[in-house]
């Protein structure tokens, strides 16, 4: 069973390292055309449409995660029935949530010139947000199948669905959009690939899952169930609804107080940012099925030595991808789009901030949401997503965009980011915080000190073009891994991963 775990959180990490290289050369290249092709003005539009959209999405918030949640016990037991009847049952809850997304989408139409803070109008701004809705009302045809996957450990089936379609429709976006410069074609072409995405998706589960097909096996799920699963579900919304308030309102604000044109010169940012956590969270991602079976059947002495493995590779994590940034993130920039997209160095900082914030927490949210840990939690976060609203529109008048930023920062480190590790550690580790808190301190530290030390290198060697971009990359990156490879590679923890990998290769050889 636990090689049956390893190698299906492998294949799972495989795929999705392969898909994000893939999706990560893409996003450049298409987002350098969309820039040369309709500008700044419309890479804010797509910004601020992805956040709307996103706090309307609200409505689903939480279901994905307590469905895959309800399908570890049937899955583990083989139930085909009690599966196939919590498909059903998700299915009527997802034709709801569709419904209710596109009326709240269509009543937020006579709201888009408020959100929308341009130099001049853009015509067609109705007609663009429609198909951008259409994108998202889709998006919930047929998820209440694909889930059954992730929960089996199975995500990367889908990943190659995904990763094939979405080089199709990348590639066509492109070209078509280079050609026509209508911005129309280009969402049509995004929202008919969403479509087939998901619908063949869809005949891969039931292909690995034959008894789907088998309706007569449906049976009304029973009472206790249901009432478990809408209990969970509310939990998971509130925890949810309030990690989007915290993501989804920035750019929103950043348009209102500052422009919608500096929300594409930030996304820039965000999206390489992104990219390097995807990194981090593809590894922790593909282990939460296993996470939630070790929760089930292992002791609270084993869950502890399996998450003090798992910190000390996201320490490395974090170490790496924060100062890489930090350092490196101007430069890119500034090589790939021009000085006019580059940002102050204070507000790289404030995204270095909440980059690290969520780079470091991977390990603990990997936890979270295999124990279930969001329905203690959901309050803090609802909290904190209030404060960072309101510290985002006190800051943002007064230091503009990197107030915004920065507000984000301090509301995570005021609420959760202190909460969510003592509970954890109270109610599924057995053990005492305060090493945990002195960890993350000292790995914090030893970031401050890194990205300090390095900028004096950082300094000296200007990148001007994509040759010395690279070497300056490889070089900062470089000198960043043996630092923290050497700062943690005498833990006990590090030492528990480096002997589950050779056995891992010894098996294979």
Known sequence: MKDGRVKKSAQNMVMGFIYQAVTLILSFVSRTVFIQVLGREYLGLNGIFSDVLTLLSMADLGFNTAMAYSFYKPLAERDERQLISLVDFYKKIYNVIALVVLILGLACIPFLDYLVNTEQDIPLLEVY????????????????????????????????????????????QMVLLWITKNYVLYLAIGVIAQFIINFIASQRTEKEFPFLRKKELIQKVNKEVTNGIIANMKSVFIYKMSTTLFTATDNILISVIVGTAMVGVYSNYLMVSSKL???????????????????????????????NAMQSASFIFCGVISSVFCLMANDFVKVWLGESFALSTVTVLAITLNTYLACVLQPLWTFRDAAGLYIKTKYIMLTGAVLNIVLSIIFGHLWGITGIIFASAVARLSTYFWYEPK?????????????????????????????????????????????????????IGGICGVIFMLAYCRTEGFRIIWRKAKAVLLRKG
């Open 129 to 172: 947000y429609l198909f951008a809705l259409a994108n998202v009302v889709i998006s919930y045809l047929f998820v209440y199948k694909t889930t059954i996957l992730t929960a089996d450990q199975k995500d990367y089936m889908i990943v190659k669905i995904r990763m094939l379609f979405s080089v199709l429709k990348v590639v066509l």
């Open 277 to 307: 956590l995807l990194l981090e969270q593809i590894v922790f991602s593909a282990l939460t099925a296993s996470i939630g079976n070790l929760i089930v059947k292992e002791t609270q002495a084993k869950r502890l030595e399996i998450f």
């Open 423 to 475: 509970l954890l550690f109270k109610e599924y580790l057995g053990s005492k915080v305060s090493g945990y808190y002195g960890s993350l301190i000292k790995n914090l530290c030893l970031v401050a000190l890194s990205v300090y030390g390095l900028s004096f290198v950082s300094k000296e060697f200007v990148a001007t073009n994509w040759g010395t971009l690279i070497i300056k990359g490889v070089i």
